[in-house]
């Protein structure tokens, strides 16, 4: 496991995410959060992981979760031929601004939100967008897609798709159980 | 006693005194003009901001930012600019000098767009200094003959200059550059502390670029006879496969074309033409095809360094701008000499000036020095012509690409580290290729080949020093070869008959928009989609123009009948035609258009009236700006002229990296408010254009933004229904649904699609949707008209 940024060049200043190693941990992010969201890119539908498509476990972590998705790009089809419609097509560049704005209602005008999970963008796009909400003082991001992202509060490491795949799995698992 | 503004110039002198209180009396709204001013105030009226200064459209920026607020998204906490050391910037905190995150960003894109205005106002000053040695201070001006009367719309618009010669083009830039010294003084430490006065200043620095941009393309025009406004300027080749590679070749890389012109006229007047072939990448090919349709183009810059590579190149001339850093150590490995001709970029060469020419040539064949910096273009073309047909029969096209075996052997080094796509901007998969090719399989590394945007990262990165980028040149090979197309050579200006003829359909918005596909090659998926993105655009019948090597790489893909868009689709500015421009300097003729429309057809006074015609551009005119493989500071100060004008500019995912957007919010209503000029009411005019800058993560995505991005708050039902069209169609097809925001853009019944009433309707009644007026939109509270009140 590696906590360099992907792009090895993409190094960011004083402040550093913290490498989510553990899925134990991430859940109970995820439990304590009150606000969550899941913002998914359209590389998760290209990102193969055993024998499935990263879009197919974000799905099983909203369904157990019950994170609200938004769907980024022209991605909201791929949800929709895989019969999950609790999902939202919003730009990335919208979600984000929207993010950085500690008084936007959220989708469902509830509240703002105060955690962003981010997974399927280009990497350097993501490293950009993370960048652009890290100082906000109510929201905390993550990355969840394998590359690891410094600006993100926390991030999954480098690791490979399989090991992704049981991180995610084992994460899953556990949110299911409790 | 006090003084409002005093405007002196080098040559003319303007003088306004708004209040003047002296023993003598009272004087209000006193304007002396001396010189050329004057002259040309007696043509047309002066509009109020005359060489604006840096403060005096900042109102205007601020009424443009309130609404598209800056998104930011630094590359660092950090600054590191100045003594004080790094000051960490995050969470807060200011640096030593009091300056917070979010300025120093914008102060960030301020210097970006300070170099992008200088490089092409340095452009057009080496150009103009050129020809006005060549062809004299007198020389006329003509873009268009009889069908162009307003030659330099966006100089006009600025500083009230209505060129007719060389030498008043000399005027402009003057302004130009002392606009261009005050932006980037005001990034020094200790000066200007507020990103929106930042933001404000980055929008006057592409105002600067536009003109000085214009400045540039209509000299060049002028003087080498550049088509002129021309729909039907010649079809010239482009391709690797289009070069003669038996003959000696001589590679031109770069933007300012004398040098080039050079070769051309040495050539011709020597009677060599046949016997040599002249090509290039960027900007200076799209010039030399200007100049003479004989000469070819490779392709956009990313192809720059597996031609050197592949051998072809027996000369190498280089101006300025865009050119690899690298480029002299390159072209040493195939033994082909450089010759610098730009004082912007030596490369550490020998100034050879003013040796003869016979020395210089003697030198580069002999392999006595490796290049030389010849600042004179005309000794540029003898030494050039003269040292590739010396030199070829001796390199035999010697390359640096591996044969088959040798690629072999190199792969079975790879040891799989990543090190390469880790590096690789597109995040290739690099070592698969390898591993692959390692086995005797090129079909991955030949599959890179397309999205690969040639930066040679991932061979400065491996630790085997396996040359990577020219394995995949060496995969590709067979596809390289017959690169072969056809682009329509730059026409430059659009003629005033055809805004004339289109202007009425586009502010009604009868047709759906002009979209502008501009800047450089680094695309995130390859340049094919910036053609498929123009095909999709011309056959739904918007007007789609071209500039730099994103009109190159529009040209490289054939349809089924194995003609490129250029073959297709007319060169005229009307619905459905794909028109080439020319180079980046052309780009000002975009935003010409848009201000013609306002001034020709809309009748709009044109002379220093830059506030109410920008107005009626972001108000009327449906265009857009496509930037999808921006990468230079060029294209920054490009795109935010655009911005200043009103013009929502989408770049690609790596456009990002310019970290910061201007956007929009549609949820917040009150942002949407504009004028009815009819009345001076404030009415809701709806999130139209919704976004000023705006990256779009995949080609699906920007094509729907934007066909929504073209809809402005005046189109007519008509045209509100086109436009709806386009955007709803486009929507469910790479969606798979409607849009969520139809309820924003349906002002009336009678804007809805006809084939898609049910629907539509369907939504609205579940938005609670009631019709609204459609205001005759303003953001000029002085462009209301009452009732016996003058605009």
């Not at chain 1, 606000?35 to 476990?57: C, F, N, T």
Request: with cysteine; net charge neutral.
């Amino acid at each position: 496991m590696s906590y360099s940024p992907w792009q090895k060049a993409e190094v960011p200043g004083t402040k550093r995410g913290i490498p989510l190693q553990r899925p134990e941990v991430l859940s109970a992010i995820l439990k304590k959060s009150k606000r969550p969201i899941l913002i998914v890119g359209h590389k998760s539908v290209e990102m193969a992981i055993k024998d499935k498509k990263l879009i197919d476990y974000l799905i099983d972590l909203a369904k157990t979760s019950r994170i609200p998705i938004i769907a980024t790009a022209h991605i909201i089809k791929e949800f929709s031929n895989r019969d999950f419609e609790n999902v939202t097509s919003m730009p990335v560049m919208d979600i984000a601004n929207r993010l950085k704005d500690p008084d936007w209602k959220g989708l469902d005008n509830l509240g703002p939100y105060d955690l962003a999970l981010f997974a399927g963008l280009p990497y350097y796009m993501e490293w950009l967008i993370l960048s652009g909400l890290k100082d906000s003082k109510s929201l905390k991001t993550i990355s969840i897609d394998g590359f690891f992202q410094p600006n993100a509060s926390w991030s999954t490491p480098n690791i490979s798709s399989s090991k992704l795949g049981d991180f995610l799995d084992d994460l899953i698992r556990k949110l299911g159980v409790n | 006693m006090w003084w409002h503004q005093i405007l002196v110039k080098r040559k003319n002198i303007e003088l306004n005194i708004k209040e003047l209180n002296s023993n003598i009396g009272l004087m209000k709204d006193f304007k002396l003009s001396i010189g050329a001013v004057l002259e040309k105030a007696k043509e047309e009226e002066v509009g109020p901001t005359t060489c604006p200064s840096i403060t005096d459209l900042r109102d205007w920026d601020m009424k443009l930012l309130q609404r598209y607020k800056p998104f930011y998204m630094p590359f660092c906490d950090l600054c590191c600019l100045c003594t004080f050391g790094k000051c960490d910037l995050s969470d807060g905190k200011r640096g030593a000098c009091g300056l917070d995150k979010e300025a120093q960003q914008s102060r960030i894109v301020l210097v970006a767009c300070c170099i992008g205005a200088a490089t092409h106002t340095g452009h057009a000053r080496h150009l103009i200094d050129n020809l006005i040695e060549k062809y004299g201070r007198k020389h006329p001006i003509d873009i268009g003959g009889t069908n162009i009367d307003i030659n330099a719309p966006v100089s006009e618009l600025v500083t009230g200059i209505r060129p007719s010669t060389l030498g008043d083009l000399e005027d402009i830039l003057d302004y130009l550059e002392t606009e261009i010294t005050h932006l980037l003084s005001a990034t020094h430490t200790g000066q200007e502390g507020d990103n929106f006065d930042f933001e404000s200043k980055v929008f006057h620095a592409g105002m600067v670029d536009q003109a000085g941009m214009e400045v540039a393309d209509i000299a060049q025009i002028s003087a080498y006879g550049f088509p002129r406004a021309d729909p039907d300027a010649s079809l010239v080749d482009i391709g690797l496969g289009a070069v003669d590679v038996v003959k000696p070749v001589i590679m031109i890389v770069g933007h300012n074309v004398p040098p080039s012109i050079g070769i051309v006229d040495y050539l011709t007047e020597n009677g060599l033409y046949e016997n040599v072939e002249v090509c290039g990448l960027c900007c200076t090919a799209h010039d030399i095809t200007r100049y003479s349709p004989k000469a070819k183009i490779v392709g956009p810059i990313s192809w720059q360094l597996r031609f050197i590579r592949s051998g072809i190149p027996d000369v190498l001339v280089v101006d300025e701008q865009c050119i690899r850093a690298d480029s002299l150590v390159e072209a040493k490995k195939i033994g082909a000499p450089v010759i610098a001709s730009s004082p912007k970029n030596c490369l550490g060469l020998k100034n050879r000036t003013d040796d003869s020419a016979d020395e210089i040539v003697n030198d580069l064949v002999s392999g006595k020095v490796e290049g030389a910096l010849i600042l004179d273009p005309d000794k540029v073309g003898e030494v050039a012509v003269r040292t590739a047909m010396q030199i070829a029969p001796k390199r035999k096209k010697f390359k640096v690409i591996p044969n088959l075996d040798e690629l072999i052997k190199q792969a079975n080094k790879c040891t799989q580290c990543d090190e390469c796509r880790r590096a690789c901007p597109n995040d290739m998969r690099i070592p698969e290729a390898i591993n692959q090719a390692a086995k005797g399989n090129l079909k991955k590394l030949a599959k890179l080949y397309e999205e690969c945007i040639g930066c040679s990262r991932c061979e400065n990165v491996c630790p085997n020093e396996l040359q990577i980028h020219s394995f995949i040149t060496k995969a590709a090979e067979k596809i390289m070869k017959e690169e072969k197309y056809k682009i329509r050579s730059g026409r430059g200006a659009i003629q005033d008959v055809e805004i004339r003829r289109v202007g009425g359909p586009i502010v009604l918005g009868e047709i759906p928009g002009v979209v502008a596909h501009v800047g450089c090659a680094n695309y995130p998926k390859g340049g094919e989609e910036v053609a498929e993105m123009i095909e999709e655009f011309a056959r739904r019948r918007y007007i789609i123009i071209t500039s730099g090597c994103a009109a190159m790489s529009a040209a490289m893909y054939k349809d089924k009948d194995g003609k490129s868009p250029y073959e297709v689709h007319s060169g005229d500015f009307d619905a459905g035609s794909v028109l080439n421009v020319g180079s980046c300097v052309s780009n000002s003729h975009i935003a010409g258009a848009a201000i013609k429309i306002a001034s020709i057809f809309a009748k709009r006074k044109l002379n220093s009236n830059y506030e109410e015609i920008a107005d009626y551009i972001h108000n009327r005119v449906g265009a857009v700006g496509i930037s999808w493989g921006a990468m230079s500071q060029k294209a920054a100060s490009i795109a935010s002229g655009f911005w200043r004008l009103g013009i929502p500019v989408i770049v690609g995912p790596h456009g990002s990296k310019y970290r910061r957007m201007l956007l929009g919010r549609k949820d917040n209503d009150n942002d949407w408010y504009v004028y009815d000029a009819r009345t001076g009411e404030r009415v809701y005019g709806g999130p139209a254009p919704e976004h000023l800058f705006y990256a779009a993560e995949t080609k699906e995505e920007a094509m729907v933004m934007t066909a929504k991005l073209c809809m402005r708050p005046n189109d007519t039902t008509k045209g509100r229904a086109i436009k709806l069209t386009n955007y709803i169609d486009l929507h469910k097809r790479f969606y798979g649904r409607l849009p969520d925001d139809i309820e924003l853009y349906v002002r009336r019944l009678s804007d809805i699609p006809i084939t898609m009433k049910d629907e539509v309707i369907r939504i609205l009644d579940k938005k609670d949707w009631n019709e609204r007026i459609i205001p005759d939109p303003t953001l000029l509270p002085r462009m209301i008209r009452k009732k016996g009140q003058k605009k």
